[in-house]
């Protein structure tokens, strides 16, 4: 969550752009946020007392690819309060509201305090959101249309709108309890937050002194065409998506070293996703350890995919592999090693993420150390 300093900061850094808060609601002040530590810490931009030093970045080769799953959610539900209020109406309804809902919102703002011209996309496909994001990014260097791409998602559904919704819908944990691969996963816990990268060209990287973490080697998006809600049994489409990043990647399946799983602690969604691992890895997927980020942090959302990636970039980087915490009762359906004993200190050398969304969308990364 944004604390108060955060909020300082960024008021302190976009001085001479006060307009950009101001139609800035959660969810893109968690895009705000996240962007600007993330382009610190890629050396892409100095705070100064009253803006940023851009300097470093070249506006006509930087992208932004931001997305999130429904625009700022609890800014529409205000809007529709508003307008429904006998005592309100139409009228009320703010100014800014356009601005401050539309999907698009994070990126356009990222793109104005970085200033980054070459496009800003929002990608928009549910809990695979994040990692979608981040992979057209990274195509887009690939095709040389840009250098550098700042790329994630961001989310803000932890509303008692949508709550309520996700809730009748029957996707939330009765307990408030997440525990993916557990005998006792009975649905998912809501978060919120952003996660946010910095894709640049190796070389353009390296020449500029860039901090790195991990090499993106493979991305792949695929379709079920199946059910609105449902992977099938197989998840054959999921199978696809991590074939085709493998095979974008040069790699076999014996070579990946560890899996961030989807992992949401549904019933249904856990078994497929197993399934769906055993079939791709085979044999070796009982040697390849998994770990469920969303066990910790709850289901982001459209921030969810890009927060896993960014947890990926820090285990191969470290050679550290988070548990899968809440883990209480092996699930016969569930037999891997979903890293339930505690955290694991390895080398990691191919590590892949993987986010499937409601709508039948799949989503696969390949990171690799550098």
């Known amino acids: 969550?944004?604390?108060?300093?955060d909020l300082k900061e960024l008021e302190s850094v976009l001085a001479k752009q006060e307009k950009l808060l101001r139609s800035a609601r959660k969810a893109t002040q968690f895009a705000l946020v996240a962007g600007l530590r993330a382009a610190r810490d890629a050396g892409l931009v100095k705070p100064t007392e009253t803006t940023l030093d851009l300097s470093q970045i070249d506006p006509l080769r930087t992208a932004v690819y931001i997305g999130l799953s429904m625009g700022d959610g609890p800014a529409y539900?205000?809007?529709?309060?508003?307008?429904?209020?006998?005592?309100?109406?139409?009228?009320?309804?703010?100014?800014?509201?356009?601005?401050?809902?539309?999907?698009?919102?994070?990126?356009?703002?990222?793109?104005?305090m970085l200033g980054a011209k070459r496009t800003a996309q929002c990608l928009i496909t549910a809990c695979s959101t994040g990692t979608d994001n981040i992979g057209h990014g990274y195509w887009l260097i690939k095709l040389n249309k840009a250098d550098t791409v700042i790329a994630g998602g961001?989310?803000?559904?932890?509303?008692?709108?949508?709550?309520?919704?996700f809730g009748n819908l029957g996707a939330l944990s009765l307990r408030g309890i997440s525990c993916p691969f557990s005998k006792e996963h009975d649905g998912f816990v809501m978060g919120e937050g952003a996660g946010i990268i910095v894709l640049e060209e190796y070389e353009h990287a390296k020449a500029r002194g860039a901090n790195l973490y991990a090499e993106l080697v493979g991305y792949d998006t695929t379709a079920d065409a199946f059910h609105i809600t449902s992977p099938p049994d197989d998840h054959e489409g999921g199978q696809r998506v991590v074939r085709g990043a493998l095979a974008e990647a040069g790699l076999q399946p014996e070579d990946v070293?560890?899996?961030?799983?989807?992992?949401?602690?549904?019933?249904?969604?856990?078994?497929?996703?197993?399934?769906l691992i055993r079939n791709v890895f085979g044999k070796h997927a009982y040697k390849m350890p998994i770990s469920s980020t969303k066990s910790m942090l709850g289901h982001c959302i459209g921030a969810a995919g890009a927060i896993e990636a960014v947890v990926c970039c820090l285990t191969v980087k470290n050679g550290q592999i988070h548990p899968t915490i809440n883990y209480?009762?092996?699930d016969p359906e569930c037999d891997l090693d979903y890293c339930v004993a505690g955290r694991r200190q390895t080398r990691v050398e191919i590590a892949g993420s993987i986010s499937l969304g409601f709508g039948g969308h799949n989503s696969f990364l390949l990171f690799k150390v550098l």
């Not at 969550?1 to 300093?5: E, L, P, S, V």
């Open 1 to 5: 969550r944004i604390k108060n300093f």
């Open 257 to 275: 070293d560890h899996v961030n799983a989807h992992g949401t602690s549904t019933e249904v969604g856990d078994k497929t996703e197993t399934a």
């Open 77 to 112: 539900f205000d809007c529709v309060a508003t307008y429904v209020d006998p005592q309100q109406g139409p009228t009320k309804i703010k100014m800014l509201t356009v601005p401050e809902i539309m999907p698009n919102g994070p990126a356009g703002h990222v793109s104005i």
């Open 154 to 165: 961001c989310d803000d559904l932890a509303h008692e709108f949508y709550l309520a919704c």
């Open 328 to 330: 209480t009762i092996p």
